[in-house]
């Protein structure tokens, strides 16, 4: 099974995450790189910070 970030569509291989299409791959899981994971936590959290600022006023 070869894993996609969903976000830049980058493959998951042996030696790290590279920007090549999964072609021909049968089997395939969608998830997060580790570079776009960090960008999807950091809109969550200031997301969440100013959900949280509008409902304490």
Same mark, same amino acid.
């Given at each position: 099974?070869?894993? /996609?970030?969903?976000?830049?569509?980058?493959?998951? $291989?042996?030696? $790290?995450w590279?920007?090549?299409?999964?072609? $021909?791959? /049968?089997?395939?899981?969608?998830?997060?790189?580790?570079?776009?994971?960090?960008?999807v /936590?950091?809109?969550?959290? /200031?997301? $969440?910070?100013?959900?949280?600022?509008?409902?304490?006023?």
């Amino acid at each position: 099974m070869r894993t /996609i970030c969903c976000v830049c569509h980058r493959t998951k $291989g042996s030696n $790290g995450w590279k920007k090549q299409k999964a072609a $021909g791959e /049968i089997r395939i899981s969608h998830g997060y790189c580790p570079d776009c994971y960090q960008q999807v /936590i950091q809109q969550v959290y /200031i997301c $969440g910070k100013a959900l949280s600022a509008r409902l304490t006023h």
